[in-house]
């Protein structure tokens, strides 16, 4: 195993970036990414603790459910969910933040830096929400960077071609807990089914 722990030897495989490709690194959200945003149904949220240990969390709901509140700041509302809150936390002790959000089709996707800070105002709350129910909290992103990252990677993965996708993975949260003895295992079932029924009635 040859382990690259220089940044000489990084640039000797990977090369260096045209310095036109940096000049697409704004400050602020221009027309296009404001569009992309009120078109994405999905994003991805990275945040790291006071340890540095990084995590990733996807944010999803109707298309445009993050709302551009001006060319720097962005409102992620909060819904249902396992109430780890593990991304919540880490923003509480460190509010560096990164997102990408998704267009489902759009092989280019949009990468934003930013610092983050958790608003609970309940007239807020109320503006962002959904099938009835009040965001939780809103994450409040004050943007720093702002760019668009090319289609490669998807169009390496074929991402958005349906005729390429494999049969789907059932996954079982009852036998993730049951492995190291969370739950018994004739209760798998049960706790599984208690998870869908969610999916179509607590979202």
């Given at each position: 195993?040859?382990?690259?722990?220089?940044?000489?030897?990084?640039?000797?495989?990977?090369?260096?970036?045209?310095?036109?490709?940096?000049?697409?690194?704004?400050?602020?959200?221009?027309?296009?990414?404001?569009l992309f945003?009120?078109?994405?149904?999905?994003?991805?949220?990275a945040?790291?603790?006071?340890d540095?240990?990084?995590?990733?969390s996807?944010?999803?709901?109707?298309?445009?459910?993050?709302?551009?509140?001006?060319d720097?700041?962005?409102?992620?509302?909060?819904?249902?969910?396992?109430?780890?809150?593990?991304?919540?936390?880490?923003?509480?002790?460190?509010?560096?933040?990164?997102?990408?959000?998704?267009?489902?089709?759009?092989?280019?996707?949009?990468?934003?830096?930013?610092?983050?800070?958790?608003?609970?105002?309940?007239?807020?709350?109320?503006?962002?929400?959904?099938?009835?129910s009040?965001?939780?909290?809103?994450t409040?992103?004050?943007?720093?960077?702002?760019?668009?990252?090319?289609?490669?990677?998807?169009?390496?993965?074929e991402l958005?071609?349906?005729?390429?996708?494999?049969?789907a993975?059932?996954?079982?949260?009852?036998k993730?807990?049951?492995?190291?003895?969370?739950l018994?295992q004739d209760?798998?079932?049960?706790?599984?089914a208690?998870?869908?029924?969610?999916?179509?009635?607590?979202?």
């Amino acid at each position: 195993m040859a382990i690259i722990d220089s940044m000489q030897r990084l640039r000797e495989l990977i090369g260096t970036p045209n310095e036109l490709v940096r000049l697409k690194i704004h400050s602020s959200l221009n027309e296009t990414a404001r569009l992309f945003i009120e078109r994405s149904p999905m994003l991805l949220l990275a945040t790291s603790g006071e340890d540095g240990r990084p995590q990733v969390s996807p944010k999803g709901d109707a298309a445009g459910f993050v709302r551009v509140a001006d060319d720097h700041t962005l409102l992620i509302p909060e819904r249902k969910g396992n109430k780890l809150a593990f991304t919540l936390e880490n923003i509480l002790k460190n509010p560096k933040v990164a997102l990408i959000f998704l267009v489902p089709g759009t092989c280019e996707t949009l990468r934003i830096e930013g610092r983050a800070a958790l608003d609970d105002d309940a007239a807020l709350c109320q503006q962002l929400s959904a099938r009835g129910s009040p965001a939780l909290l809103v994450t409040r992103v004050k943007v720093n960077a702002v760019y668009f990252h090319c289609a490669k990677a998807f169009l390496r993965a074929e991402l958005w071609l349906p005729e390429t996708w494999r049969e789907a993975i059932a996954v079982s949260f009852g036998k993730e807990i049951a492995q190291d003895g969370g739950l018994e295992q004739d209760k798998v079932a049960e706790f599984d089914a208690a998870v869908h029924s969610r999916y179509k009635t607590d979202l």
